[in-house]
């Protein structure tokens, strides 16, 4: 077995070059055969020739959902360690994320440490402590415009027509919760 075959392999599934090029480096310094797509598309094609043990996926690419991925990558190899990294965190696509193979959900900025400790976690951690305080309406409406985009595979216009509202209003409510 050749040096290369020995290391561990990781496909990164990001639209941000800048940030996608930063992970890659840092991955690559740790040891890691690291591949770089930018769509399910892409990802479907390296996986007709390529296995992976790890993975990083954006959640929202363009307009892409990375739960595509996440699905993709589960099916070709259930042992794949997925992590899904998300400027956008809500409830609702934590828990599509964990149900299609993801082993863990990073809300953005997540950095090579962070990623690297939840490839590592196979199990949940019971200390973490349970909130106490009730969400806020903003916080509720927030997570129902989530858990709209999802369904809508994060179409602005089809989510706005199904939240009854216009569609720069939503485009304007997602530029202000955006977390990059």
């Known amino acids: 077995m050749s040096e290369v075959e020995e290391k561990p392999r990781l496909v990164i599934v990001e639209d941000d070059p800048a940030f996608a090029r930063t992970l890659r480096r840092s991955f690559e310094r740790r040891g ?5 797509v ?3 598309e892409e990802l479907g094609a390296l996986l007709a020739t390529e296995q992976f043990r790890y993975a990083v996926v954006d959640l929202k690419l363009g307009t892409a959902s990375g739960l595509t991925c996440v699905q993709m990558l589960n099916e070709q190899d259930p042992e794949t360690r997925i992590v899904v ?3 956008f965190a809500s409830i609702a696509t934590a828990v599509e994320a964990i149900k299609l193979g993801a ?3 990073l ?3 997540a950095n090579t440490d962070d990623i690297e400790e939840a490839f590592a976690r196979d199990e949940g951690d019971p200390s973490v402590p349970v909130e106490g305080r009730k969400s806020s ?7 129902y415009i ?7 595979d994060f179409n602005i216009s089809e989510t706005a027509r199904r939240l009854g509202m216009h569609r720069r209003t939503l485009a304007r409510k997602l530029e202000k919760r955006q977390l990059r």
Not at 32 to 36: C, M, Q
């Open 107 to 109: 809300a953005k900025p």
């Open 32 to 36: 890691y055969v690291v591949r770089h």
């Open 146 to 152: 989530h858990a709209t985009l999802v369904e809508c």
């Open 85 to 87: 990294l998300t400027g």
């Open 137 to 143: 309406i903003k916080t509720l409406e927030w997570e």
């Open 38 to 40: 930018t769509s399910p």
């Open 103 to 105: 082993a863990h959900y």
